[in-house]
């Protein structure tokens, strides 16, 4: 067990550092066996720093430099901030780094923001003159600047997205984005350099959140030599079954555990109990702590760790979960949960060190993202880039597969299969990656909005999708059609395998949010024979673009509206490689059957469970790990499974029965 | 009657004081027997003021300084401020204290808003440094400021919550709200102290607003000689009966009497026809005014005054109802209904100067108001406590007994029943308080939220409720789980008796807002036979404890989810005093039944009358008087009353017959 | 054809001209028979310029200085930028003013916005010391000043509207809101006169957006040679059917079209294909671009332009429809809709220069628009003023009538029959005015809200509608009544032919939007015979007015409420003349019949066209032409049709046959 420190307190005054308190309980928790993660305390400020250096504290985007509260609104720049915070780690450093109870620092807390002071300013206007050569026309060209007479002479002309400044460059926007990642980057390899430069051997961290749209998180997993993160999901919420909400997570699980695909990562922070922060802060039910905790694992975490120990008595997080309440018994329903979640993680423990390994792979890049919101075209409230990944890496986890995430630009040798939604910007190396991808072999999967805009957001010319990318899908867009939260479109498929239930399931699996509910509403009234038509189809809502083929293979097409008849789904085979296109948004679950086929092609087992049965493999030099989670309330039996129940003991030689919120751990 | 002039003008320009036009308007108004209630002008000012003084304008919650304008936007801390209106008091109190028709000051405006300047982040220091006894460890401790590093050295460190700033600190927020409360308070004490100075005999108030959340009325009252308030119901809504519009308006002139529970108060603005600045202003229809007059003197006020007399041609208000119109003649509808209240009060005078008595008391806090909006946990969006305690409150007035609306820490000798709805805060004496009571044989009923934290906020440790309340109640809340919209539970009374009728009558009196709309919306498509299963449970939504019940009879427990069967409803003897605490939000309607068996065993009558009728009773030496309103359109019979109407002047021995909105006032 | 050039580029510095660039594309255009609409380049600034004079950015309202970025951020007052914007025109003038190819001025570009800054102050202080002949005592008067106290002493002391200023004095709102219109055109003056002082021969124009709120474009129009706006129509959206998003259409381009109504206007911007900043972008359907192109020119304006030519690669705008797409070839459907529209408008070249005549208009002022906007009364949400014109217009639009749309003070002598919704405030002479028109045997048409208040917003004294039109109509106003969102009440006309269908066509044709969308849903479960009453009631929603009647007929009384039987619709006789009144919001279609028996009084030819079928006529020297323009998908006969259509050849006699979104245009 590891015990972790964040929010650490700094000294009570300037040039006082008084670590005794801390360094009793380190010694006590070592004494019982526990391990200490510590933290840098960068992340949270006293008054009399703030009093002394305000400088230290962040300016808005109105300009306006931040009053001392709150927690990280440190600027990222500020000399003597990373000063006074180099000299914090490095005596926490000498002072612990020894300590045999001490396995790793956590450096400062789930880095977030950004600052617009002139420290900044001044950095951001190095960066941009650093990536443009220090020629200023390089980036007027980039960023279009021509176009209402929005020209730089210098890069000292530029300034930051101020609310009240310039908002309207997408080219200006995505810097800025790109620069707040740098600059914390840089941040965080500072601390890193100063803990590493005292005590080399004992590994550095950072609690991450999930898919976060501040930070472009794979730019930062280099400076780590861990990744972490905090799980906090909305368990029992009112817009998605249980199922779902612990599908999403492992989507997460996924996104940092392909961070750093060959170690397994860390779960830094997660909630005994209930969060205090969310809208509605509901009681976790009886067996979804010791599901979640088993989950994280299952998924590639080597831990699994709470916030927080004791409930304070006071402050923001009073009332946040903890392992001890206000009550300050160990007979609470919440404090036997975690001893059970200890007896089952002993059990386990063999797993330890072992990784989820995949064939296939999703696409996301956090620059794709930026690049989608701040986008001027299509439908304001209806981009949803991330619920769209999210949607389609779940029906592949429906089909058995457990997908890394990965950038657009990275090695994809491990993979024979990719998927790559809503592409719409293209990285240097991106189309040579996909073509190299299909040439070897590899099925791949685009969709709508492919392609449209290089890495500076200029559109390719010549037709979309650009650099290349056309003719290795055959097709080219011609033009998008954004659809009202009313209309609807549909799209049928020449090869009657492919086109499933599509409709049916949609109502259970929703995946695309508003939009596709809107529509089920709307079929509502619908006679029995409509309904087994309608059911032919795959259902397009929000998006559709109008495509030229040039030499793809035709395998659906669009039943409704000018362009009814004309193509919606392609395929242009390249050898034993496949590149496939939708050219419309349509549900997860429509594309099911052409997910399938595509998993076949590529030589992967296709395994599906009831719904709300979750399986993870992890494998080592000791053999194969699976992991079975029942999130229903019902009992499971699930057939062709082998080997020893690390929990039970039992031997598995054929069915696995699982009760409500069952699990399992099957040594094979 | 009475003349009251609000938003005074100041003079022309520095040091000219003119007073001659004002002289004039009161002596007429004298000469023709009309009292005046003279305002000082300090919540409205010319530009000259701001002009000269910048500083007497407030800096809002970003660090800005307001520019002139608007009202209320002065700062109470300015010396110059305080000077300049010092002066003005002075002069009116010279010039106009001695007049046979000025028979009360009136203090301001509408007092309300708070400011960031320099001189109140001065006084603010100074106020927390007398409360923490110039030990800043003594508030480090108290606001919990260790979490995230939040620690101050100094009093000179501490800021107001700034927008930018610290908003994390709930002892910071709850400080900034008691002293802006205290800040106004000795402003107004400011004022009254110049006009007691000069004429004593002369009594003060100032306006206040309803249950307004900004300030805390109860500590303002002492410096007041007697409580007024502006009453502005929205009348013919669109969420709720003209009899629920009607007592909630009971309720706030309940609160409002209780603010001074041993004289009457004065209802010192109200509107003849429609206001100008609500939602939606629509005509108050005819009967409607004489109804909510009668209303304010039937639940204590000694008097009825208007804003305003006539409709100004310009600015603001200028469409706000008057008596006499812009049309500018006495024919008008409103005319004359304000004429018909003038017949009415004068034959209803006899009872000026009775009180309204009870022996039933409703607990609420503003302090407590402020930690439960604060808290950070339970449902954001779902707090409701105003809107509980008024359901509740609501509730006993349809069982015929019109509560006082007291301070938890208050003397409650004179009660023998007691309701404290969601006390999460208990103030230094709430609990010795709530335990003399019931030993004294009260009737206490507590509910969910009780006794979390004390009065600076940190959790009592060792089981809620804290401070000893556990052993009072006989049960410990070990957890409280908040539900979504769509959840519900309910609650099964052990006895039949306190089962009631409870959704059937949820639906016609619904107390808590949007949750149990949508409750009701739910149960829709039930069968009969569901809707009287149902029927015979209390429903719960949004909230649910989960206790421990130590040595308390469980009346009733919960029918679904995990904690299904366990204990939600208790009751504690203490010889004939009992303490009951209902675990889980339910409407009022559905404890009624509690609330009867609660009101029997205190010896307090219960008596329903038909829904829509009111009635308020006033007791003097002279006898008592019934005041009887028909907020429905049809007409009722209403039994059991005895005397003469002093409206009718006819003798009513037994049955009392009220048309549609019909009134009556039995002095017996 | 013409090129136009938005946003066209400054120089690369200070000092510098380099219009090679330009002239090379002016002459080249001209080579190939295209003529150049010149743009002065005000509207959009390089950084250059913003570095080197930040005092011509503009304040916001919360007193900010905004940086560099977005558009149209120049302030207005500032002398550097005047001056700098002077030299910029003259250059350009002396280059190209003598082009043959250079046929117009374009100033700047869609003006809009305010500013704060100590500049726009002191000219605001200048325009309200002139416009109160220097006695602040007079605006002190006009602006009730003496309410609250709010009074001034100099005019020095007087601040726009900050966001933390004044932002209660009505007077002072209005009149912040006229400077900006008289200081924009101040500026847009100031360059038109360097224009026409280098090329006296060019006519000047800017560009308008439709129903404009920010700028007052009635008081702009005399500084403009000629009228222009940028007609951007959501097509195809999800409130409203196409007929009646091109009906509104026609509403716009009346009102650009009654600028100047003795010259044909120009639509300066449209979008080929789709537009990329609406909230839901979506693909205009094949025949829809030459409907709305020739909708224009049949609503008068003698040209079609677009932007843009081409799509930029980058920037705000790249995905706006553009004649050549980021494809670049001439074979997509945009780029040959585009070229079909350029042969219609050869063939119906012989239009241009003539002109829209009508002999009925419609009331609307700016002033009335805002003083509605921000008074203190009635529903916050339901003031409607823009659509409640554009409702009425559209029905009589429906009866074959294309009214102009001119100010309350206009000149009305060509009309026969004036309709005048909710005109709130009454500028000087408006009451003379309409007065004249009755008299000369004027059908007139008033509504709820009449004369309240004169142009400086004090409501007039005696009875509302003021300035004598109490006399005119013969009522007066006594209250008026806001109902809620579910309240409902009817008028019953006596005349049996004036009650129509009412109900069933408002089903179709909503004009008012929510509120009586919500009514139909209310009515939704009516059996027949319910159904059949209330289609012979006019529905009321959201106000009634009650009135006191004098000498005026009562053609219809309310159905429900306390005023029920009370009149809602009168008449009075001025010989020939009439003046009626609708006291309550009712729809545009239940009025119907009421305007159809005006049209006929005053000799206006009715024609009632199938619904979803536009047709205007524009006559001249050469005759009269007649558009046809089919919005619906089904085809068309309309009979009555003489002529030969311009754009097939053919000579109709009697019937003209449309197919789905067909066109036609019929001289005779």
């Known amino acids: 067990m590891w015990a972790y420190f964040p929010g650490l307190r700094w000294s009570p005054g300037r040039g006082e550092f008084c670590f005794d308190w801390l360094a009793e309980i380190i010694d006590r928790l070592y004494e019982n066996g526990i391990y200490t993660v510590l933290a840098t305390p960068s992340g949270a400020r006293p008054a009399w720093l703030d009093e ?15 009053h001392h509260g709150g927690r990280h609104n440190h600027c990222m720049s500020s000399p003597i901030y990373r000063e006074k915070v180099a000299v914090m780690d490095r005596k926490l450093a000498e002072r612990f780094g020894s300590h045999p109870g001490v396995i790793m620092y956590h ?7 950004e600052c617009f002071c002139d420290h900044c300013i001044r950095r951001f206007r190095n960066y941009l003159a650093e990536k443009y050569d220090h020629d200023i026309e390089k980036l007027n060209k980039a960023w279009w600047t021509t176009f209402w007479s929005h020209r730089y002479n210098s890069f000292e002309q530029i300034e930051p997205p101020f609310v009240h400044g310039e908002t309207s460059v997408m080219g200006l926007n995505l810097e800025w984005k790109r620069f707040t990642t740098w600059n914390t980057n840089d941040f965080l390899k500072a601390e890193a350099d100063v803990l590493h430069s005292v005590t080399p051997h004992i590994p ?28 906090y999901p909305v368990f029992h919420n009112d817009w998605e079954t249980l199922a779902e909400t612990a599908y999403e997570t492992a989507f997460q699980h996924a996104l940092m555990r392909s961070l750093k695909r060959d170690i397994p990562f860390v779960m830094m922070e997660s909630a005994p109990g209930l969060v205090n922060w969310q809208k509605v802060n509901k009681v976790k039910r009886p067996g979804i702590h010791r599901l979640a905790c088993l989950q994280a694992v299952a998924c590639g975490s080597d831990s699994v760790q709470y916030f927080q120990w004791r409930k304070g008595r006071g402050s923001y997080e009073q009332f946040h979960g903890a392992v001890v309440d206000h009550l300050g018994t160990d007979d609470t329903r919440i404090f036997q949960e975690v001893a059970e979640v200890g007896e089952l993680l002993r059990k386990i423990a063999p797993a330890a060190g072992t990784l989820v390994k995949t064939r296939a792979a999703m696409l996301f890049d956090w620059d794709n993202r930026w690049a989608i919101e701040d986008m001027k075209a299509l439908g304001q409230n209806t981009k949803r880039y991330e619920q769209t990944c999210i949607g389609i890496w779940k029906e592949f986890f429906r089909l058995g597969v457990d997908m890394d995430i990965v950038g657009s630009d990275e090695n994809l040798d491990r993979y024979d299969l990719v998927v790559a939604p809503m592409l719409y910007m293209l990285q240097p190396g991106t189309a040579a990656n996909l073509k190299a991808f299909v040439e070897r072999g590899g099925q791949l999967l685009a969709t709508y909005l492919l392609g449209y805009v290089d890495s500076e957001q200029p559109c390719y010319l010549g037709g979309f999708p650009g650099d290349g990318l056309k003719d290795l899908f055959g097709i080219i867009s011609e033009e998008i059609d954004t659809l009202y939260p009313s209309d609807r479109n549909g799209i049928l498929m020449a090869d009657e395998e492919l086109r499933g239930e599509a409709l049916a399931k949609a109502s259970e699996a929703d995946d695309l949010g508003d939009g596709f509910r809107a529509g089920e509403n709307r079929e509502g009234g619908c006679g029995d024979k409509d309904a087994a038509e309608a059911a032919s189809k795959w259902e397009v809502a929000e998006y559709a673009e109008i495509l030229r083929v040039q030499d793809a293979q035709v395998l659906g097409t669009y039943t409704e509206d000018f362009y009814q008849g004309s193509a919606a789904v392609t395929c242009k085979s390249h050898g034993k490689g496949k590149a496939y296109y939708v050219a419309a948004r349509t549900s997860a679950a429509s594309m099911a059957p052409l997910f399938q086929r595509m998993l076949t092609d590529a030589g992967i087992p296709v395994r599906k469970l009831p719904e709300g049965v979750e399986c993870h493999a992890r494998s080592g030099e000791e053999g194969r790990y699976e992991f079975y989670m029942n ?7 699930i057939t062709g499974v082998t080997g020893k129940d690390l929990i039970t003991g039992a031997e598995i030689t054929d069915t696995l029965d699982l009760p409500k919120y069952g699990t399992a751990v099957i040594h094979g």
């Open 52 to 66: 002394k250096y305000p400088e230290a504290m962040r300016v808005n985007r109105m300009g306006m430099r931040e």
């Open 107 to 113: 450096i400062s807390n789930e880095f977030s923001g």
């Open 204 to 231: 550095v961290t950072a609690n991450l959140m999930r898919m976060f749209g501040g930070l472009d998180y794979r730019k930062m997993a280099p400076n780590m030599d861990v990744v972490s993160w905090d799980n």
């Open 631 to 637: 999130w229903t309330e019902a009992p499971v039996s």
